[in-house]
T-cell receptor, first 113, second 114 residues
Framework: DQQVKQNSPSLSVQEGRISILNCDYT??????FLWYKKYPAEGPTFLIS?????DKNEDGRFTVFLNKSAKHLSLHIVPSQPGDSAVYFC????????????FGTGTRLTVIP | DTAVSQTPKYLVTQMGNDKSIKCEQN?????MYWYKQDSKKFLKIMFS???????INETVPNRFSPKSPDKAHLNLHINSLELGDSAVYFC?????????????FGDGTRLSIL
């Protein structure tokens, strides 16, 4: 049973425009949400996170929004750059109290120059 | 300087064999993890070690055994390999085991069972 879902397997965006990646979760016990970026043949790299007590966290071009009532979060990248082309994974923790990450299946972002 | 390194990067072997994957982190972290990414690209936690003690085991078959000689290393030993074990295995580490601590991942070991 997948507790974290990314329903868009792929997204294409023009360079300079905004990229919006979405994520839904089912377990209300999650209290931290993280976004990871992954290039081919490399491991996931941590991008940004948000605690469930917040609804927004910003770091440079990356902003994560959390809507707890809808069990939905999104990652905004603006402006998008060709180097942002990668697979983005949403992850959640808090169910086990041992930093056990539950991952979505990823969204492949392509930024077109 | 590679923060989390795994060896080997690729592993091709026959069904029934025993193999090990090594992981080392030079970040001074206390907690290390093993994840499995299956053919559908779904990343799933297998094990977590905090200061050399197993703190979670997500119903992984006992053919898989993590071994941590010290807090900088978490190796994964797999006995009697099966076709379904073909996957990419990622090692990760974090400063502690508090929820929300970002985890740093290695580049993965692609295991192929013939």
């Amino acid at each position: 049973d997948q507790q974290v879902k990314q329903n868009s397997p792929s997204l294409s965006v023009q360079e300079g425009r905004i990229s919006i990646l979405n994520c839904d979760y089912t377990n209300s016990m999650f209290d931290y949400f993280l976004w990871y970026k992954k290039y081919p043949a490399e491991g996931p790299t941590f991008l940004i996170s948000i605690s469930s007590i917040k609804d927004k966290n910003e770091d440079g071009r990356f902003t994560v929004f959390l809507n707890k009532s809808a069990k939905h979060l999104s990652l905004h990248i603006v402006p998008s750059q060709p180097g942002d082309s990668a697979v983005y994974f949403c992850a959640a923790s808090g169910q086990t109290g041992a930093n056990n990450l539950f991952f979505g299946t990823g969204t492949r972002l392509t930024v077109i120059p | 300087d590679t923060a989390v390194s795994q060896t080997p990067k690729y592993l091709v072997t026959q069904m029934g064999n025993d193999k090990s994957i090594k992981c080392e982190q030079n970040l001074g972290h206390d907690t290390m993890y093993w994840y499995k990414q299956d053919s559908k690209k779904f990343l799933k936690i297998m094990f977590s070690y905090n200061n050399k003690e197993l703190i979670i085991n997500e119903t992984v078959p006992n053919r898989f055994s993590p071994k941590s000689p010290d807090k900088a290393h978490l190796n994964l030993h797999i006995n009697s390999l099966e076709l379904g074990d073909s996957a990419v295995y990622f090692c990760a580490s974090s400063q502690g085991d508090r929820d929300g601590e970002p985890q740093h991942f290695g580049d993965g070991t692609r295991l192929s069972i013939l």
